[in-house]
């Protein structure tokens, strides 16, 4: 594989398909030097014959596993000269349906590849981003983290501790010279949707389906800003000032039918 040769480099989780696909491509066609990992080996074997062996550095990853994740770090640092601009810790599962119903080994999954994987993921390249001016920390959180979202409530509550520890970090790494923040996707084009999602969204509005390259954008956005949170599309913002003061109105609006209850349900 490929060496940084003093190319900014980013580390992206989920990398063979969706939002880490797109911004992989994206980082790629602006010079930087790309770690792809996932699951999915095919899927980054069709990213590393796209980008060039030049430009990137691919290797199968579980964020569940800490010794992988270690490694596959240690790998990436070596091809970076021991740099990393952009952690991006995209990669997520999404398994849903009511919670009553829903098999406890499915919540366990959820958890350890959401909120498990990115804790994982954080902790085991601080050093990297300590050792990197200008360094950035950035997480996939969802629209689910701005009010619990019924039939997905367990990805929502991973997502809603992805976007406090972001917060939290954000004030512990200043320290460290590291930026911290996330972006809150509504509906994204993607494979982790059920099937029917995309084709049920609404065109227009907060939660109309939108292609993956606009997460990358932001992502690309983040690095260059000192934003927090990030919301794609940018209207999510109401929808999180409304969760926060008037809860149980958006309660009662979603238990009623409303456009975020009926976009959950696919």
Same mark, same amino acid.
């Given at each position: 594989?490929?060496?940084?040769?003093?190319?900014?480099?980013?580390?992206?989780?989920?990398?063979?398909?969706?939002?880490?696909?797109?911004?992989?491509?994206?980082?790629?066609?602006?010079?930087?030097?790309?770690?792809?990992?996932?699951?999915?080996?095919?899927?980054?074997?069709?990213?590393?014959?796209?980008?060039?062996?030049?430009?990137?550095?691919?290797?199968?990853?579980?964020?569940?596993?800490?010794?992988?994740?270690?490694?596959?770090?240690?790998?990436?640092?070596?091809?970076?000269?021991?740099?990393?601009?952009?952690?991006?810790?995209?990669?997520?599962?999404?398994?849903?349906?009511?919670?009553?119903?829903?098999?406890?080994?499915?919540? *366990? %999954? +959820?958890?350890?590849?959401?909120?498990?994987? &990115?804790?994982?993921?954080?902790? =085991?390249?601080?050093?990297?981003? @300590? #050792?990197?001016?200008?360094?950035?920390?950035?997480?996939?959180?969802?629209?689910?983290?701005?009010?619990?979202?019924?039939? *997905? %409530? +367990?990805?929502?509550?991973?997502?809603?501790? &992805?976007?406090?520890?972001?917060? =939290?970090?954000?004030?512990?790494? @200043? #320290?460290?010279?590291?930026?911290?923040?996330?972006?809150?996707?509504?509906?994204?084009?993607?494979?982790?949707?059920?099937?029917?999602? +995309?084709?049920?969204?609404?065109?227009?509005?907060?939660?109309?389906?939108?292609?993956?390259?606009?997460?990358?954008?932001?992502?690309?956005?983040?690095?260059?800003?000192?934003?927090?949170?990030?919301?794609?599309?940018?209207?999510?913002?109401?929808?999180?000032?409304?969760?926060?003061?008037?809860?149980?109105?958006?309660?009662?609006?979603?238990?009623?039918?409303?456009?975020?209850?009926?976009?959950?349900?696919?």
């Amino acid at each position: 594989m490929g060496q940084a040769n003093g190319r900014k480099s980013i580390f992206i989780t989920g990398a063979a398909s969706g939002m880490g696909l797109a911004t992989a491509r994206l980082f790629a066609e602006k010079g930087w030097f790309v770690g792809g990992y996932d699951v999915n080996q095919a899927g980054l074997s069709a990213l590393a014959a796209e980008l060039g062996e030049g430009a990137c550095i691919v290797r199968t990853l579980d964020v569940t596993d800490r010794e992988d994740y270690r490694a596959a770090l240690a790998d990436f640092a070596q091809a970076t000269g021991g740099k990393l601009d952009l952690l991006f810790n995209n990669a997520g599962i999404g398994r849903g349906g009511p919670f009553a119903d829903q098999p406890f080994e499915d919540v *366990i %999954a +959820v958890v350890q590849v959401n909120l498990m994987g &990115v804790l994982i993921g954080i902790h =085991a390249a601080i050093e990297l981003l @300590k #050792a990197t001016p200008n360094s950035l920390c950035f997480t996939t959180s969802s629209s689910s983290a701005t009010f619990g979202m019924a039939n *997905i %409530a +367990v990805y929502s509550a991973t997502k809603h501790a &992805v976007k406090g520890l972001s917060e =939290a970090l954000s004030v512990e790494f @200043k #320290a460290y010279g590291v930026r911290v923040a996330d972006v809150l996707p509504g509906v994204i084009d993607t494979p982790i949707l059920p099937p029917g999602v +995309v084709e049920g969204a609404p065109k227009d509005g907060m939660f109309r389906a939108i292609p993956p390259v606009e997460v990358a954008k932001v992502v690309w956005q983040a690095y260059h800003a000192d934003t927090l949170h990030w919301y794609v599309p940018p209207e999510l913002v109401e929808l999180d000032k409304m969760a926060t003061l008037a809860p149980e109105a958006t309660r009662d609006q979603m238990a009623h039918g409303g456009l975020f209850n009926a976009v959950s349900e696919g």
